[in-house]
């Protein structure tokens, strides 16, 4: 990611407010899973958050989502495209590990 890139990228914290540090959410199969809101940041017009929950945190990953707002209410949708998905991981990547240095 360049600098520009970097620059471009903004720490929110809406989920937060909205719902306190963790999320439930309910699987396809009906059955509701806790996930902790790791990060919540805006790339471009964009807002993603990275949640992450218990199995998750074991294998130290998250998933990340677009958030979109209806009103005022945050709303969480999958991100289908490919690209997106890589700019939005690599723009937490530079957020959550900024200090550590990577290859």
Same mark, same amino acid.
């Given at each position: 990611? =360049? %600098?520009? /890139? $970097?620059?471009?990228?903004?720490?929110?914290?809406?989920?937060?407010?909205? !719902?306190?540090?963790?999320?439930?959410?309910?699987? #396809?199969?009906?059955?509701?899973?806790?996930?902790?809101?790791?990060?919540?940041? $805006? @790339?471009?017009?964009?807002?993603?958050? %990275?949640? $992450?929950? #218990? %199995?998750? +945190? +074991?294998?130290?990953?998250? /998933? @990340? !989502? +677009?958030?979109?707002? =209806?009103?005022?209410? &945050?709303?969480?949708?999958?991100?289908?495209?490919?690209? #997106?998905?890589? =700019?939005?991981?690599? %723009?937490?990547?530079?957020?959550? !590990?900024?200090?550590? /240095? +990577? &290859?």
């Amino acid at each position: 990611m =360049s %600098a520009e /890139e $970097q620059q471009g990228i903004k720490k929110l914290n809406g989920l937060q407010k909205a !719902f306190g540090s963790s999320i439930e959410l309910i699987a #396809e199969d009906g059955n509701a899973e806790y996930y902790d809101i790791k990060a919540e940041f $805006q @790339l471009g017009d964009i807002v993603y958050a %990275a949640l $992450q929950s #218990e %199995a998750m +945190r +074991r294998e130290d990953e998250v /998933e @990340l !989502f +677009r958030v979109t707002y =209806s009103g005022d209410e &945050p709303q969480l949708e999958t991100i289908e495209d490919d690209e #997106e998905w890589e =700019s939005a991981s690599e %723009a937490y990547d530079d957020l959550w !590990f900024a200090k550590d /240095e +990577r &290859p």
